[in-house]
């Protein structure tokens, strides 16, 4: 890989020698902590006081990160340092903001939250190569199976690193949903309307790396194409930090919630069909930039001519990783759980979509020939 160079481990054990730092706050994955190799790594890094906590639930949720917030505020750490995958950065990222709050659910649930000070100095060490949240400012829990969004320029952590090493050890299919996250979230971003030059250069250079890289990462893992999912990751963490997400992030959550099914491996399962209407409907975009050049920018990262190619791209990327896209082997039924399903969807998201959906257009794409 060219020109790749990001903070990695010599940063991360400066960073937690400095003599400021007292006392870290360590929150991690439970399994994930030992089978990453992270464990070995704290344990030759941090000479210091520190408290563990191991993350117990599958997705974010607001009891446990209650807990969090509570063991912090004991705890009163100079450092918290989050390693694990995006739930665990998540749940780092709000308690380090909203530890003060005095109805927590009730201020997430209506928006009324105040993001504060941070309470301590926060750095991301990713385990998995896929959301880049260690780069973003907002972060994901859920309330009763319903996602809510916390957002504000204090959640990003000050500091991250990336570590290859931690990332290689991962299971074929947490490596599959996560890289796939990351393709699909710089896609996402290249389309949003909130869109600028900025998260198009981030977004563009994030998916001409993922896409040369992500089989051969899951497939015959090594140090540079872990190392250039990372990067990846990253960038296309960057360019949603500006741009947000789109449609098929906002509609993902409840595939998440009510059916289990990993984030990255939920958002594979509509984005292709969003792709699709939204190249249709490219006369109609709403946007203030030439949507049909934004997807010239990733038939050309793809090597594709056209959008018909581009999409049978993607699917086959998507059948090689054994990303599951029948909802019927996924033992999700929509005929059954559409109103539930639809009421977990995240409007907002929703609206940075380039073409207007109505929701008619809404059930069609998400439930194929309903
Ligand atoms: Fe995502």
Redesign the pocket.
């Given at each position: 890989m060219e020109d790749i160079n990001f903070p990695s481990t010599n940063e991360l054990k400066i960073l937690l020698n400095e003599e400021k730092i007292k006392k870290i706050f360590i929150i991690c994955g439970k399994n994930s902590y030992k089978s990453s190799g992270a464990d070995a790594l704290m344990k030759e890094s941090i000479k210091k006081n520190s408290q563990f906590y191991f993350k117990k639930s599958y997705y974010p949720e607001i009891n446990e990160l209650k807990e969090i917030i509570k063991l912090i505020k004991r705890y009163s750490p100079d450092l918290i340092l989050a390693i694990g995958g995006?739930s665990v950065l998540d749940y780092a990222k709000i308690a380090n903001v909203l530890f003060d709050s005095r109805d927590l659910i009730e201020e997430i649930y209506s928006s009324t939250y105040k993001i504060k000070k941070k309470f301590a100095k926060l750095a991301a060490i990713p385990t998995t190569a896929?959301?880049?949240a260690e780069v973003t400012s907002n972060a994901v829990i859920y309330i009763n199976k319903v996602k809510y969004s916390v957002e504000g320029d204090n959640l990003r952590p000050d500091f991250f690193f990336l570590v290859p090493d931690l990332v290689i050890r991962a299971s074929r299919a947490v490596k599959a949903s996560a890289g796939f996250?990351?393709i699909?979230?710089a896609i996402e971003s290249l389309i949003s309307k909130k869109s600028n030059e900025k998260s198009v250069k981030f977004a563009e250079r994030s998916l001409q790396i993922s896409l040369k890289y992500f089989l051969d990462f899951l497939n015959k893992p090594n140090l540079e194409n872990t190392s250039a999912m990372n990067f990846a990751a990253n960038l296309a963490g960057e360019a949603?930090n500006i741009s947000k997400?789109t449609a098929p992030?906002a509609v993902?959550y409840p595939f998440t919630s009510m059916y289990n099914i990993s984030?990255?491996h939920a958002?594979s399962l509509t984005l292709n069909q969003f792709l699709e209407f939204n190249y249709k409907n490219i006369s109609k975009a709403n946007c203030n930039f030439d949507l049909s050049s934004r997807y010239k920018i990733m038939f050309k990262a793809s090597k594709t001519k056209n959008f018909l190619d581009f999409n049978k791209f993607l699917v086959d990327i998507k059948v090689n990783a054994n990303l599951e896209n029948n909802f019927q082997n996924l033992k999700i039924d929509l005929e059954r759980d559409y109103d539930k399903f639809i009421s977990g969807v995240n409007i907002l998201r929703l609206s940075n979509n380039p073409i207007k959906l109505n929701k008619e257009d809404l059930k069609n794409i998400i439930i194929p020939n309903s």
């Open positions: 995006g896929g959301s880049g996250d990351a699909a979230q949603i997400t992030h993902s984030h990255g958002v």
